[in-house]
């Protein structure tokens, strides 16, 4: 037991080092941050959507994608430059889980039909769901222009257009569903979401920085209405003026009222509105066009275009698709038990909201930037954030409660790792200890390889559980059975009419058996049983369910074992092509709770050297400091391997027998059906039967009662 807490303490130390040395990709790539991610999306869209996962990634190139869906699965890269740009790691959490959100934004509030619909008639020369009217002054020409071109059906132009509409819409689209998160999930989305969007308002250049860097027009105004549209503000560093930021006072009364508006056409209406008013900054672009279609077709021209525009443009991740390029669904919410239906009118929010979300996030910066000890990162933030005095008041609904939640999978991650770790340097040390071993002379220049799974598989897990709930049935019969005699050990009592002793029992002087003597067993507070488990894996298991009977009888003992306190240890043995091959199950110093899952590996392998095996095993349970040690042999009785079978093999395994027996360890061998003979002949006055799982209560308990002494 003192080595057991000595171990679990040295776990708990490894555990403490590696949750400093976990980097972000370890940790958000991690099954365990990538459930919790996806329990956040499923309880944002309930059982609308049955398999919506959210899967995390890393790619850390400068194109690479931030977040994006195909309406089944919500992919978020946590490598993008946003989030690595956050000083602290509870901060970079809080910018993925706004991505999370984003997406579910998009997935619930998004009218992808109408998208769909507006971008093809854009893109064949007509505008849905009309074309504009009641212009600000100056702007009819552009109408008119734009209408000339559609009518003529100039493939350019409506090429053109339809991209720019599509850049015009995502932006309008993103502060709606992000808006409509915000109301409706006031914690944690709302917090990723903000601080996520003052980030990306702070790497948009300047509209100087913009002109100098030879941005295209078009790009440079887009990037004014997203900067606009994110904080009611712009980047204007130089204090520029001109015709982009004239033109931006002529677009804000259409965006102010399309980020309000409940339906996706009132998207649709301003961003037609934008096209126009914006005019003058997308017919350069329209040349352009001209002169690669003269190159290539529309497709390729299409996509050079948005991909210049993704260039140059500070917007986000892109629209969902639907499945194979589809037209994605959306996702109505959790289900709630009303009549009424559930609604988001932004319509009654301050004006100045989007200002004071970048506030309220800038605070939050400024707090977790100071309070949260900074990471391992392979970005470094720009030291350009502005000092801002933290409000203590300003937390949102489930705000300390992503805190928690990131300590406890960071701890998950850094138990998970660090056990792996350790089972890694158990499997090393259980390697050398069995190339220390002399085996004997049947057993020269034979390589024995032990073999032990880490980590374990889900599939594993699976299995054990859709075979357990009887076997545990049965443990809990051999535990009633058995636990009086534990406890008669540990608590101790008077001995009566013993033949032999020191002390005369007065009352007992009448006995003619000659029991007068009596003795006083002191309580025993040390562990006296420790068991080990060898199962043969040969080929020949595979008869008649032979290793399906042994896997049974293995999970019942280890769980009998493990819930009472007996140290155990579970080997399996067949052979490859270097020797013998040892299958280590559960260990006595195993801490990663998964031995029982282990078990499910056991199978009818190959051939079968079961001398080089006990030995292993019973070396291994020999180093124990328990009293009294229990070796259990499950086999055919049938050794087969190159060179070792027949009488030979059988002396060999009697001879090891004995030599244990002298040094305390107490070899039994069960057997199944037919092979009780051959294990009788084998093991002689050293035999247990397991024919029927339901009799081993009764017979492990007559074994632990004659030896536990």
Known sequence: MKKLNNTQKALKRMIRDTESKITDEELFLSSAFQKYQTSLAKAATGRSRYGLQVLMEWDSSENADIAYTDNYRIHCNAANSITQSFPSRFLRSQSLTGLTGHEIGHLRYSDFASLQLYLTNMENGSFYPEAPDNLPSGYKANLQDILDAMEEKDNATCLTLSRCAAQFNNILEDIYIEARMCEEYPGTFKQGIQINNLRMSELIPSIQEQIDCGYQPFSIMSNLILSYCRTGNINNRTNYSGEYTDTLSDCMDYIDDALIATQGKERLRASNYLLVLCWNYIQPMVELTRESLKKQDSTQVGDALEDLLRKESGSGSPLPTGKNGGIPKNIPGPTVKSKTPITCDLSGLDPNYRQDAINQAEKVLQEEGGRIELAKTTAVLDGNNPGITYASQYAGSGYENAANDLARILNDVATEKAQNDYEQELTEDLQKSADEIHYGNAHAGIHVTIHRINPVSDFFIKSYQTVVSPLLRTSKRLQSSILPLL?????????????????????????????????????????????????????????????????KTAIVLYDFCMSLGIPITIYGHSTDSKGVALYSYAEFDSLDDSDRYRLMDMSARNGNRDGAALRYV????????????????????????????????????????????KRGIVIFAAAIGDDKENIRRIYQDGFLDITKLEDLPKNMTQLVKQYLK
């Open 487 to 551: 406890k008669e050990e540990a608590e101790g009592g008077k001995q009566k009419n013993l033949l032999f002793g020191k002390r005369l029992d007065m009352r007992a002087l009448h006995r003619k058996d000659g029991g007068i003597f009596t003795r006083t067993r002191l309580p025993d507070e040390e562990q006296k049983l420790s068991v080990g488990l060898l199962v043969d894996e040969s080929g020949s298991m595979g008869w008649g369910d032979r290793i399906t009977h042994a896997r």
């Open 618 to 661: 019973a070396e291994h349970l020999a180093k124990r400091p328990e009293s009294q040690k229990l070796l259990i042999i499950i086999s055919d009785g049938q050794p087969a391997d190159c060179g070792y079978s027949g009488t030979e093999a059988e002396a060999d395994l009697r001879g090891i027998k004995n030599e244990y027996r």
